[in-house]
């Protein structure tokens, strides 16, 4: 077996890692500059998209997240960060997944594009309304953690890998004042996980390792002119 996965520092590509560790699974990671579309023009030639993560296993190769996520817990389990068809929460769990991907990451990459990356687009007011609607969509997460310690089927699992990455991806953005004091307990109930902490040293090792390190900002260059 040979898993490797190309990871950015605590980008999308965590939710992977963070489950491979929780499984105690081997993996090579291959950490990249924040976007290495931009400071690794080679990685096109390995993800054409150019986007974090990509994850292989032989012949097979992934770019979403959480999906991921879900087929690590289905082909190399059993384990109980699954949750199968047979229990009664398999579609809150596979709900979850798409939910912590489409709902709650989706809009803070809008925010962090244009607040962050591209400042000066002149898409401010757009990265404001798409923190509004992050903060709005956390209503999900406050209804669920205010009634579990976990999301679903009574114990820990990938469904809360993938829900609290989003969360982990809100605080490096400063948007955790968003959080409703039920969220902020969920959050700091998965970053006790050791999974959690050999996942955020897996990366800093590799990162050392391999001489790898993000711009001091997230700004992107500007395109050259054109004639």
Request: glycine share 8%; net charge neutral; aromatic share 12%.
């Amino acid at each position: 077996m040979t898993l490797k996965l190309w990871h950015c520092m605590s980008a999308r590509s965590f939710r992977p890692l963070w489950t491979m560790e929780e499984m105690g699974l081997d993996y090579e990671l291959a950490m990249l500059p924040f976007p290495p579309r931009v400071f690794r023009k080679e990685y096109l030639g390995v993800n054409p998209l150019g986007t974090i993560p990509f994850f292989e296993d032989g012949a097979t190769k992934m770019t979403e997240s959480s999906a991921i996520c879900h087929y690590l817990v289905t082909k190399y389990g059993p384990t109980p960060l699954n949750v199968g068809p047979e229990e009664p929460d398999y579609g809150a769990f596979l709900n979850a997944l798409h939910f912590s991907e489409a709902t709650l990451t989706f809009p803070q990459t809008i925010y962090l594009r244009y607040t962050l990356q591209e400042p000066d687009a002149g898409l401010g007011r757009a990265a404001e309304d798409y923190a509004r609607w992050f903060g709005g969509r956390l209503r999900g997460v406050t209804a669920v953690a205010e009634k579990n310690e976990y999301w679903c089927a009574g114990r820990f699992t990938a469904a809360d890998i993938c829900v609290g990455y989003a969360l982990m991806l809100a605080e490096r953005l400063k948007l955790d004042h968003l959080f409703s004091a039920p969220v902020r307990a969920y959050w700091a109930r998965l970053q006790q996980r050791e999974g959690f902490r050999r996942a955020l040293a897996s990366q800093e090792k590799a990162a050392q390792e391999q001489g790898v390190v993000n711009p001091p900002d997230m700004k992107i260059p500007p395109k050259p002119a054109t004639a």
